[in-house]
């Protein structure tokens, strides 16, 4: 399934990078998209995703899901 979230904090290609390892650290998600500009991240996952771990680990990183 296709899933989206919006991140923020996000404010150059470190970020996306960043972003998109901590995502696909998850099992099962693949094909990350982010868009810099608005923050849009966009994943399709096998598995439903443990959104709190998800806030977590991005939290830790520096981002936040809005
Ligand atoms: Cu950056």
Redesign the pocket.
């Known amino acids: 399934m296709q899933e989206s979230i919006t991140v923020k904090g996000?404010?150059?290609q470190?970020?996306v990078k960043a972003v998109s390892a901590i995502l696909s650290e998850f099992a099962g998600v693949s094909e990350v998209t982010i868009d810099l500009a608005s923050g849009k991240v966009t994943f399709n996952t096998e598995f439903a995703i443990d959104r709190q771990k998800l806030a977590q680990k991005l939290d830790d990183a520096g981002y936040e899901i809005t």
């Open positions: 996000m404010s150059c470190h970020c």
